[in-house]
DNA sequence: CTGTTAGCGCTTTCAG
DNA sequence: CTGAAAGCGCTAACAG
């Protein structure tokens, strides 16, 4: 079988004795060809190893079943390859293909990518960044349909998908008081970001929740950084009265605090029980014993985004009547491992 | 500036008093335009918002100017990141766009996907494995220009770059040497991986070099993950003659041999000197003391890939002339940490 | 159900 | 240096 190269929708019609028209329709399922044609000329396209264009596709129908995925940066995180992998799984369900771009967080970079996408006509844009903030895009975005990842925009006027912080905070600390721990500690992160505040408003309102008073003496700011979480745990432990759990902001950290903990001499989690956020698995399932963490849907969040982008078809809703683009909150779900001690509830329980 | 949407070539032709070829030749540098008419045409392309249709332009010239990127699967770690953003920037350098698909290790996928790319007329493919490691590949890919990335397959017939893992496992040994020791021990991975038997063939010919004989009984064969690392430490600390320095497979089993040595008392560097490999930030990094390891050239294999593919432009190299394809390898940069311990370089050597 | 006929927007001769 | 004309391969009416 010769390499393909050069039939066309002509010479398949005339090999199968039909016209063009014909073949296109069988070409898409139309349904208007009887089912001895169309088995004809799907004979011949097999023999003929032929393979549409896509280009010439694109050109008469003005779609390209492509969809644009630009990123700010691909930071050393490996969250990025589970973004791109449920964007990517979602868009092949639906035929469609990733058309991928870094802009390195260059602002030229990052229009003259999108003026690119545009040219190729791309059906959506997904604009996807490595850790949940704000961000700014240039206006030319509004040209296509668009879809945030783990982003927002200052006035909220782009849909966009992100973690659901609050309830990461919430889940972690009321699992820690689930297990009976009443002087939690928080080793929160020091940057003016959405999850640093998020997971603290959890923090509290599980506390809160559970009758336990809020003591701002358990909570410090450190870095994301494993350095962070050993200082961390060196504030909180030095305390008066130190906590007997700590929630650390993210994995990294928890990693920190695991070795300060242990230079002091405490065993995990029979002295401290500790929770991180993020599960970054290299960390979290390899630390001894297990931390148990928190997982960023970073995967369901790109899925979620090309599924949006496909389900509204054109609807580049006249800005009048627009509805409010969606904001939404993908729950964080709860890893358990060891790290969070054993079920000490029912006996503490009791004595709430 | 309303969107653009529909300004063609002719209407620009026809706002700036030209023929569609002259606006074509503005589009595309050519050197036969004056540069009154070419100033003259830009100015109308500004001014009307002009941007080109990449699917004519792909239809008409049989060029896409996109490259195909595949990967048999995202695994979780972040050495993919590194190699799609190699590629990605290589490519935006030469004006390409990356065409991304994970085929999940799924045989049909991997080959529909191939299928869609050249449907799509792609210039090139490149297909990315997580660890270096043989691959299988339908025939079909052999219609495209083609380099696999960290994987190669068993007749060496298809272009591939791969990590220098014998340059690897070389330079950690001689760094150990080079710090005075003499009994180095390995914990090695028990997979049949080039990996495997690279580093242990590079280990083998620096102790050689230096005239250390190789001691079969200071290599061990653990999984890849951080509880092998655990183990194979215990299995030689508890040698009759232990080694007074550990080369570790990967920085996850690094890890875990960090937490043995720690458990049985030793203070690192100080007792016993380690070497990891693949350069994880997140772990090597942030352990304490900080990891030496070597750095695995993701993002070089990336960008070396969508050179290769570009350099050499349509040379779908007839069969019969064809000359072998390369078999490249990058080398692994030392990343200097703390773990090898402090220079006892001088002291040592001199008694060798 | 099916063939024919226009183009989609751009590049590329071919004459000037 | 520049205009006109002929398609690239496919889809979408429009008549049968």
Redesign the pocket.
């Known amino acids: 079988m010769a390499r393909n190269q050069?039939v066309?929708?002509?010479d398949i019609a005339r090999r199968a004795?039909?016209?063009?028209?014909?073949?296109?329709?069988v070409?898409?399922d139309s349904?208007?060809?009887?089912d001895?044609?169309?088995a004809q000329v799907r004979q011949v396209m097999a023999e003929t190893n032929y393979r549409?264009?896509s280009a010439?596709?694109t050109?008469?129908?003005r779609r390209s079943s492509a969809i644009a995925f630009i990123t700010d940066e691909i930071a050393s995180t490996p969250f990025a390859v589970d973004t791109i992998r449920g964007a990517q799984d979602a868009a092949w369900q639906h035929g469609k293909i990733l058309l991928l771009v870094n802009t390195n967080a260059n602002e030229k970079l990052l229009e003259a990518a999108i003026e690119s996408m545009l040219d190729r006509q791309v059906e959506g844009l997904i604009f996807a960044t490595w850790f949940h903030r704000r961000a700014k895009l240039p206006p030319i975005v509004r040209q296509l349909p668009n879809v945030l990842v783990d982003c927002y925009v200052e006035d909220r006027s782009l849909p966009s998908v992100v973690p659901d912080e609050f309830q990461g905070g919430y889940t972690a600390t009321e699992l820690l008081l689930r297990q009976g721990h009443r002087r939690i500690g928080f080793i929160n992160n020091n940057e003016d970001q959405p999850a640093r505040w998020g997971r603290q408003q959890g923090y509290v309102r599980a506390l809160a929740d559970w009758g336990v008073p809020f003591n701002p003496e358990l909570v410090t700011f450190q870095g994301g950084a494993a350095e962070s979480g050993y200082a961390g745990a060196n504030v909180l432990m030095r305390l008066p009265e130190p906590p007997t759990a700590i929630f650390c902001f993210n994995d990294r950290s928890a990693m920190g605090a695991y070795d300060a903990l242990r230079e002091m001499g405490f065993v995990l989690p029979r002295d401290i029980a500790i929770v991180g956020f993020d599960n970054q698995e290299i960390i979290a399932a390899h630390l001894r014993p297990g931390l148990t963490t928190l997982q960023l849907p970073h995967y369901e969040m790109g899925a979620w985004a090309v599924n949006y982008l496909l389900q509204k078809p054109y609807d580049l809703s006249p800005p009048g009547l627009a509805s409010a683009p969606p904001q939404v909150k993908l729950p964080c779900p709860l890893i358990l491992r060891e790290s969070h001690g054993t079920r000490r509830e029912e006996v503490q329980r009791s004595s709430t």
């Open positions: 050069d066309t929708i002509h004795g039909v016209g063009v028209g014909t073949v296109s329709r070409l898409n349904p208007n060809v009887s001895a044609t169309r549409p264009k010439a596709k050109l008469r129908t």
